[in-house]
């Protein structure tokens, strides 16, 4: 059975950066879809970034376009988010998660059914 564990957050002035990772124990890491969601506490949960298991497709939400970018690493069977230029609305817990294999990857919550345990992300001054 997949289990994920993120780690990497942590506080950070507005235009700083923060790398994420998210490690897999378990079979089959590479077969696995992986993608980032973020939530704020009273609001929903946010799909910001995937990246498939079937290629090297990956996604991210137009409030992180070109500044978030997800990466994978099979032999250390993690996947990492780089996060630059970040902003106060970066600010949320940010949670990995797995889905099946995809040729192109969904964003989308209902699609993934194996979740990490979070990690917050503060950007403040």
């Known amino acids: 059975q997949l289990q994920l564990v993120e780690s990497g957050g942590g506080l950070v002035q507005p235009g700083g950066s923060l790398r994420l990772s998210c490690a897999a124990s378990g079979d089959n890491f590479a077969t696995y879809t992986i993608g980032w969601f973020r939530q704020v506490p009273g609001k929903e949960r946010e799909g910001i970034s995937c990246?498939?298991?079937?290629?090297?497709?990956?996604a991210y939400a137009d409030s992180v376009k070109g500044r978030f970018t997800i990466s994978r690493d099979y032999a250390k069977r993690t996947v990492y988010l780089q996060m630059i230029n970040l902003n106060a609305a970066d600010t949320a817990n940010y949670y990995c998660?797995?889905?099946?294999?995809?040729?192109?990857?969904?964003?989308?919550?209902?699609?993934?059914?194996?979740w990490g345990q979070g990690t917050q992300v503060t950007v403040s001054s």
């Open positions: 990246i498939a298991s079937l290629s090297t497709n990956t």
């Open positions: 998660a797995a889905a099946g294999p995809y040729a192109y990857c969904p964003i989308v919550e209902t699609s993934y059914n194996t």
